[in-house]
């Protein structure tokens, strides 16, 4: 099939491709560029495990087509550490527990991430709202909700710390 070149910063490095034109951006970035963080769980934009920011809005990436991300940024949960120190976000998914199996893990990462590049500091509902597009089949998405309000305000933690009365802080 024929290809056409496309130019796309992932993770801050910029990237030019010559694509399909019916790859998708989660084709791009696991088969073309190697980061196999995101997910494909279900393929059809319901599992939400592929999720990636697009020029900072979060993005099913099996349902765009890697054409529509020309000339755009892209993150996906590999651009989320620096280096080898994790993120506030990704150390408190650790602390409280919120990985079991992994799978929907990056992409539960990646929506949580957009909700507080754009509400630092949600209240619980808010950050259940923002994370109900994402599907855990392990967790029962208490801890994943605990760990998302604990990286907004480390100083008052979630509920699980304050009955625990902890000071915020996990063991
Ligand atoms: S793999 Fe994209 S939403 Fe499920
Ligand atoms: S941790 Fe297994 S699907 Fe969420």
Redesign the pocket.
């Known amino acids: 099939m024929q290809t056409i070149d496309m130019t796309v910063t992932v993770n801050g490095q910029k990237q030019t491709l010559a694509v399909k034109p019916n790859d998708t951006l ?1 084709e791009v970035v696991r088969d073309y560029l190697d980061l196999t963080g995101s ?13 990636v920011l697009l020029d900072g809005h979060p993005v ?4 765009t087509l890697a054409l529509e991300a020309d000339g755009s940024a892209v993150t996906t949960v590999e651009g989320l550490a620096d280096g080898d120190t994790l993120s506030r976000l990704q150390q408190s998914f650790i602390d409280h527990g919120a990985v079991q199996c992994g799978f929907c893990t990056p ?1 539960m990462l990646m929506s949580a991430r957009a909700l507080l590049d754009d509400k630092p500091s949600p209240d619980r509902e808010t950050v259940r709202r923002a994370l109900s597009g994402n ?1 855990c089949r392990c967790t029962g998405y208490a801890k994943i909700v605990d760990a998302v309000e604990h990286a907004a305000r480390p100083e008052a933690g979630c509920p699980d710390c304050r009955s625990k009365d902890t000071g915020g802080d996990h063991d």
């Open positions: 989660l997910k494909e769980g279900c393929g059809e934009g319901v599992c939400g495990s592929c999720t099913r990436a099996c349902l992409g599907i």
